[in-house]
């Protein structure tokens, strides 16, 4: 047996793996081209198996690209294997006819510098984006000219947007990872959460599935909550994603955390069991308003710090997420009048690299975890075994004396090589106090061990 401990700092959460003996995991594979498969564990790119570990970064938030490669390299050093982008119609298509890719615009510059970064792309190009942005991004000639509703399957919206993703897919089709480019997702709007939605997506993916448009990637939504929406039906996409904000986007007591959401797992199961758990946004900082309740980014960082990317980052793994992308990783600026109204033209985020593009101790607790994806690809394929509140009976929290806060465990394990990860944090995601215990585990092959084997006791502590 091989031990491999990890800990995340500071002390809030932690991951421990044990290599065991176990039985070959079941998996339903869906092809998209030789290079691009999926199935209900991962992304299978190019014949291997990855866990998506990807950052938003808007363009048009620094629009110099020769600028785009610090950030890049600072996401890649980070442990990141992807970037999650909007583009913003409004710039590309601002008057009808009009399609616009130069300078900052430019989608093959973009392309380029991701595949030199060595990173893959999850492209966002709306038509509606929202982001804080003006209209959502939606350039302002659409909400004067366009009569009827927007983003329905009106005829004279449909006759607005079909040149916009026309172009986009021409820009982007021979940068797919079958061509030897980095795209390897497109998503179809964003957060669509009105009712009757789907012959509007239907048209929408019609589109970048005709014959002639060359895509071959899958096409995804992010559902803005536990909604269910295009996962069956019309409209359904190839991949579902669920965006989270746990901590929520208006300020109210930043000196404490919401508890985490114990749901994710179950809902997976329940909506989608034969893909991959995605979210395509999980919060990472929130923005900020205008007036004498701002809140201010430096606050948002600190409630979002390190601590929250140790706690509730490795909780989403825990829900057996695989392919996670955070908003925002760099936030930027929002130039001119491209901000709604509500917030001003810092996009800082509170991100891990601010606006100035300098890092933080979040980046620096990122960076920590993207070592541990690096070096763990039996992490890439595992089970949900079961967690404290749950079926889980391998192991036990063994309490400390005197008797400290209680710690939560969770377990997963690759069924192929019997790898397991046990991820444990406190019992009250909230709690400021001291967790001390020991994990009693049975190994596979009936063998007790308690860790630590060396160490009095597995410390969690939010002060460390």
């Known amino acids: ?248 986007l208006v300020a109210s007591n930043l000196s404490i955390w919401n508890p985490i959401e114990m749901g994710y797992h179950t809902y997976h199961e329940e909506a989608n069991p034969s893909q991959p758990w995605y979210s395509p946004e999980f919060q990472s900082g929130a923005f900020d308003g205008w007036g004498p309740d701002a809140t201010g980014y430096e606050d948002w960082r600190a409630v979002t710090d390190a601590d929250f990317v140790s706690v509730f980052y490795l909780h989403t793994w825990a829900s057996n997420a695989k392919l996670v992308n955070y908003y925002m990783l760099y936030g930027g600026t929002s130039w001119g009048a491209l901000p709604y109204p509500y917030v001003y033209t810092s996009y800082d985020y509170g991100a891990a690299i601010t606006e100035a593009r300098t890092l933080t101790r979040k980046y620096t607790e990122l960076k920590l975890q993207g070592i541990f994806l690096r070096s763990s690809p039996e992490f890439y394929k595992t089970d949900w075994i079961g967690t404290s509140s749950s079926n889980l009976t391998e192991g036990a929290i063994i309490p400390s004396s005197p008797p400290t806060s209680p710690a939560f465990v969770s377990l997963l394990r690759n069924l192929d090589t019997g790898a397991g990860f046990w991820i444990v944090r406190q019992n009250d995601s909230t709690s400021l106090a001291l967790s001390s ?28």
């Not at 190009?125 to 909400?143: D, K």
């Not at 190994?443 to 006791?457: D, E, H, M, R, W």
Request: hydrophobic fraction near 40%; avoid cysteine; charge should be negative.
């Open 437 to 464: 215990f020991k994990l009693n585990v049975t190994t596979a092959g009936n063998q007790k061990l308690t860790i630590p084997i060396v160490a009095s006791s597995i410390n969690l502590d939010r002060t460390v």
């Open 1 to 248: 047996m091989k031990l491999i401990t990890l800990t995340v700092l500071p002390l809030w959460a932690w991951i421990l793996s044990l290599i065991l003996q176990g039985t070959l995991g079941q998996s339903s594979l869906k092809t998209f081209s030789p290079d691009l498969q999926f199935d209900n564990y991962t992304l299978i790119l190019k014949g291997q198996r990855i866990f998506l570990h990807s950052g938003e970064f808007h363009t048009f938030r620094l629009p110099v690209p020769s600028l785009w490669p610090d950030i890049l390299d600072k996401f890649k050093a980070a442990g990141f294997n992807a970037i999650s982008v909007y583009v913003h119609m409004g710039l590309v298509n601002p008057s009808p006819g009009v399609m616009d890719f130069d300078g900052y615009r430019s989608l093959s510059a973009l392309y380029e510098a991701a595949r030199l970064a060595g990173l893959w792309i999850v492209l966002r190009p709306g038509q509606y984006i929202n982001g804080e942005t003006t209209a959502g991004g939606l350039p302002h000639w659409v909400t004067s000219q366009v009569k009827s509703e927007l983003r329905t399957t009106a005829a004279d919206w449909n006759a607005a947007w079909t040149p916009y993703i026309q172009a986009i897919i021409g820009q982007t089709n021979q940068s797919q990872i079958s061509n030897g480019g980095p795209v390897i997702a497109i998503q179809i709007d964003n957060e669509y959460d009105q009712e009757e939605g789907g012959p509007y997506f239907a048209e929408i993916e019609a589109l970048y599935r005709d014959p002639s448009s060359g895509i071959e990637v899958p096409l995804t939504h992010n559902d803005p909550g536990m909604l269910d929406a295009f996962i069956n039906g019309t409209g359904a996409v190839d991949l579902y994603g669920m965006d989270a904000y746990p901590q929520g």
